[in-house]
């Protein structure tokens, strides 16, 4: 069968410049925390470890975000019924202003008069639009207060070194439900966190032995983290995930909502990397490993507590629920003390000093989020299913972590991630294809700045990786059901992805 012709890719039209998306003001901010603070809108039964300001904040950037790719939708079924207006292109940009905060592509608004708007290519354009949004405001107003150099940051890589560990390198299943498992239900710094989602947390064990030993180098090299005679471990995290709602549907689908064969498989793929780190090596050449657990539906983790010996069993966890109800009740530094009381109990064998101290403090921050999702959420999410709004593909998206927000498809190649990308192309065909809307896809390569060319190649690899993504699914892009964004970041920077591409045709056809 011939090989279909590589596609064009389509340079970006020039854009108006972007406002920024309607959010709480800080005075409107200001207020929400100070009512938290009085103790309205917070259950009477709230934990005593509880942080109210924090789980607000978090909240408010949240629901901030999701709002407004939530408004893409209800905008665009506006403009369908306006499109045949005299007056259509100046009500369209007033009406996407307004409540998007961009303007939207002249090329497509101006053909309406002609032919059906081409809405498939708008609510495309939209969502990128958003994503960029999205994108700006991370990186400039720092929601999280988690980027490098940050207090967070520097207190929690301190606390970490005291464990014994110079690095957190954690891999959460793709699943959009776990995209905020950093930041929100684990509430650690973004910046301190090695973070890379694969399908079932089934992660590469040769590029994950490649970042050790990059790590390893650079403490040898630079003495950064800390100096390589210090005796600290690489801490390598699965975090794989279940439903206590429906837990034979909503679990797992890399696993098949099994959770004691996602757990199973996140255990074997965490001593296969230390097996091949030793083989490589040296005996016990400082990797530890830790394998926790969360409910999609009320982000409580389990945390399945190593002894020293490395063993894990996958029978006996620690629930934060059970955590939260024994110590509900107790004055904040007794319920710390008992929390470490409880890790140690649950290890598997003699545990770690520092690895009981790491799990306490994970617990503890896990509470916050007990009750945040039992203050905003009524106890569980609404979206017990797959809700995103885009899938991510590629190496990248340091400023995604909400929940449900993304599908993420790491990847260097589509062929090499192609299970990945399949099931999240299978999950937006029942979110958007069913409903006549486009799969949107962000394709993103972030390199290092200080390499030359190194720009220009993570250019030329999403161009491959989007051209490799409309040869696999080549239907769906000829009925406008797919559409890509190609986007590049400069890792040494502080700064936005840089749209450098896209899918969607803005070109009229010219007599020459």
């Not at 905008?75 to 100046?90: C, I, M, N, P, T």
């Not at 998007?100 to 608004?109: A, K, R, T, V």
């Not at 059901?481 to 450098?500: C, G, N, S």
């Amino acid at each position: 069968m011939p090989r279909r012709p590589a596609p064009t890719i389509r340079p970006l039209a020039p854009r108006a410049p972007r406002r920024r998306p309607d959010a709480p003001s800080g005075a409107d901010l200001s207020r929400r925390l100070a009512a938290v603070r009085l103790g309205q809108g917070t259950t009477a039964s709230a934990h005593p470890l509880t942080d109210h300001a924090a789980n607000a904040a978090l909240e408010s950037y949240d629901r901030g975000v999701k709002d407004a790719f939530d408004r893409i939708v209800p905008v665009l079924k506006r403009l369908s019924a306006l499109q045949h207006e005299d007056d259509f292109v100046e009500r369209a940009q007033a009406l996407a202003q307004a409540e998007l905060g961009f303007s939207l592509p002249l090329p497509i608004l101006e053909k309406a008069w002609v032919s059906q708007l081409d809405m498939r290519s708008l609510f495309a354009w939209c969502v990128f639009e958003t994503y960029e949004q999205t994108s700006d405001g991370f990186f400039r107003d720092d929601p999280l207060h988690g980027q490098p150099g940050s207090a967070a940051a520097e207190d929690f890589d301190a606390f970490l070194l005291s464990c014994g560990f110079h690095l957190l390198d954690v891999t959460p299943c793709a699943d959009g439900r776990l995209a905020h498992a950093i930041a929100f239900a684990l509430r650690l710094p973004f910046s301190s966190v090695r973070r890379r989602p694969h399908a079932g947390a089934l992660f590469d064990v040769e590029n994950t032995v490649n970042r050790w030993v990059k790590t390893e180098h650079r403490r040898y090299r630079e003495g950064i983290p800390n100096p390589a005679h210090d005796d600290t471990r690489y801490l390598k995290v699965v975090l794989y995930h279940f439903s206590s709602l429906d837990p034979t549907h909503e679990g797992c689908a890399a696993h098949g909502s099994d959770d004691a064969l996602a757990a199973s498989c996140g255990r074997q793929r965490l001593m296969d990397f230390q097996q091949a780190v030793e083989n490589s090596f040296c005996c016990g050449a400082s990797v530890d490993l830790l394998l926790l657990g969360i409910d999609t539906d009320t982000d409580a983790i389990r945390v399945h507590v190593p002894g020293m010996d490395g063993s894990t069993r996958l029978d006996q966890w620690l629930d934060a629920a059970t955590v939260y109800e024994a110590t509900r009740h107790l004055h904040p530094e007794e319920a710390r003390r008992r929390i470490a009381e409880l890790a140690e109990a649950a290890a598997a064998s003699t545990p770690d000093p520092g690895m009981v101290r790491l799990i306490a403090r994970l617990l503890e921050h896990n509470i916050s989020q007990i009750d945040y999702v039992r203050q905003y959420h009524d106890g569980h999410y609404a979206d017990a299913g797959h809700a995103e709004r885009f899938i991510g593909v590629g190496i990248g998206f340091k400023e995604i972590h909400l929940r449900n927000l993304t599908y993420f498809a790491y990847m260097d190649t589509v062929e090499e991630g192609a299970p990945d990308m399949d099931v999240g192309v299978k999950i937006f065909k029942g979110l958007n294809v069913s409903r006549g809307l486009p799969v949107p896809v962000v394709v993103r390569f972030d390199y290092n700045g200080k390499v030359p060319g190194a720009r220009e190649r993570a250019v030329r690899h999403a161009q491959r990786v989007q051209e490799a993504i409309e040869n696999r699914y080549p239907d769906l892009f000829a009925q406008g059901l797919l559409h890509a964004l190609l986007t590049v970041r400069d890792q040494e920077r502080h700064t936005p992805a840089e749209a450098v591409g896209s899918t969607i045709s803005l070109t009229t056809a010219g007599g020459h």
